[in-house]
Nanobody, 123 residues
């Protein structure tokens, strides 16, 4: 099972970016639970930005509420992060994360990480 993140880049403050993270999984063997986006800014610890449960219900870190939207397409095993009104403080490497379950019967296998995608917001 692998996660492939994409969509990062350089954008001016006030701009928008959309991150995508697609999971490569054997759907006959595995399923995904909660999915999330984390970020690590230079000199700072990694922090949770947003998460979505398997039913799509979202949660957000306070600083991104009202600006970021997390969503998922379960048919494509993909999670998205729409980032609007970007600020220089949003500059970081963004990582996706997912819970992996083995099916038949359901068994929690662990969490996996994507490779990270750089988001840089210029002032």
């Amino acid at each position: 099972v692998q996660l492939q993140a994409s969509g990062g880049g350089l954008v001016q403050a006030g701009g928008s970016l959309r991150l995508s993270c697609a999971a490569s999984i054997s759907i006959s063997t595995y399923s995904l639970g909660a999915m999330a986006w984390y970020r690590r800014a230079p000199g700072k610890q990694r922090e949770l930005v947003a998460s979505t449960a398997s039913d799509g219900s979202p949660n957000y870190e306070d600083s991104v509420k009202g600006r970021f939207t997390i969503s998922r397409d379960n048919a494509k095993n993909t999670v998205y992060l729409q980032m609007n009104s970007l600020k220089p403080d949003d500059t970081a490497v963004y990582y996706c994360n997912a819970e992996v379950y083995r099916t038949g019967p359901l068994f929690y296998e662990g969490n996996i990480w994507g490779q990270g995608t750089q988001v840089t917001v210029s002032s």
